[in-house]
């Protein structure tokens, strides 16, 4: 049986919100301690993207962060090698460098046989590696498709009447006259077999409402499910309804669920870092752009969950 046919998502709109979603990803955590020869912004970016950095000691650059990818596991289901790619067209690194991965765990002895030219530290952007790229894209083709939506209907409102002709010199003339219309010129029919094409002489109305209030409140819903599924704190949707207590603590327990895992990933790996290459490194959740579950205000809103409270989206 053929499959139905659907209206295609333009990839440019979902290059945009892709890119858009990542963007705020990168911007979760804030880095403190880092050395000079390691940009915290390249780090953020490469986890969310790819899943795991390689934190290292090159001989030229000194300590030093490059993508990487993993072979092999150890008895705790950990990665045991990572192997960089970096093309540069400075040639300051190798395009492939390896690195033993070593853990705190690996051993009692781990620290005293820790060698800085061999071995290396993983930063994982969650508990096995997974980067961000199968949450971004779920999100961003339906944002590309709500939006698509939005801006069909945007375009319909536009196209208020439909005319049945029979030439193309009237065709032409109907649309002079509404061009005439549009800037404001009186509405005048001066040819009487105009619209003969027409019974009541009016063009047909497409009768396609518009609902671009309604598109609007469900591109604002996919965007703070995408904030819920990937740790921002939010109350609920940013839509003209009311959103109860029982709905925003369940929003406040999942959030606080995700952002934990990506931040225990990054700190496990600073205690790492820290203990073998002997830095003072920290990461913490960025303060001022996301706000931490139970850093906020209380609402005031009883025990019993059953208060409501508005969220108006004025249009």
């Known amino acids: 049986m053929a499959r139905p046919k659907v209206p295609a998502i333009p990839d440019d709109k979902i290059v945009f919100f892709r890119e858009q979603l990542y963007r705020e990803l990168s911007h979760m955590f804030e880095w403190t301690g880092l050395p000079t020869t390691v940009p915290s912004d390249y780090i953020e970016r490469n986890l969310v993207r790819h899943g795991y950095v390689l934190f290292y000691k090159d001989e030229n650059i000194g300590l030093d962060v490059l993508r990487a990818t993993v072979e092999g596991y150890n008895r705790h289901d950990l990665p045991v090698k990572a192997r960089t790619w970096t093309n540069t067209t400075t040639g300051e690194v190798r395009p492939q460098i390896e690195r033993r991965i070593k853990y705190l765990s690996t051993n009692e002895n781990a620290q005293e046989e820790f060698d800085e030219d061999l071995d290396g530290v993983l930063i ?103 904030r819920q599924t990937v740790g921002f704190d939010t109350a609920g949707v940013e839509k003209a309804e009311r959103v109860n207590t029982l709905e925003i603590e369940s929003n406040t327990q999942h959030t606080k669920t995700v952002l934990q895992i990506m931040l225990e990933q990054r700190q496990k790996a600073c205690d790492a870092i820290n203990a073998f290459f002997g830095e003072s490194i920290s990461v913490d959740i960025r303060h001022n752009e996301i706000t931490p579950v139970g850093g906020g205000e209380e609402d005031d809103t009883d025990n019993g969950g059953t208060e409501d409270i508005d969220r108006e989206d004025e249009l």
């Open 124 to 226: 994982c952007n969650m508990a096995f590696g997974e980067s961000c790229k199968d949450i971004v894209n779920h999100f961003a083709e339906r944002l590309a498709l709500a939006q698509q939506a939005f801006d069909t209907n945007l375009l319909w409102a536009n196209i208020p009447y439909i005319f049945q002709t029979g030439s193309d010199e009237t065709r032409l003339s109907i649309e002079k006259m509404f061009s005439e219309i549009f800037t404001g010129k009186p509405f005048i029919i001066a040819d009487k077999s105009l619209f003969t094409d027409n019974a009541d002489r009016t063009g047909l109305p497409t009768g396609i409402p518009f609902i671009g209030k309604e598109l609007h409140d469900i591109i604002n819903e996919i965007k703070m499910q995408f």
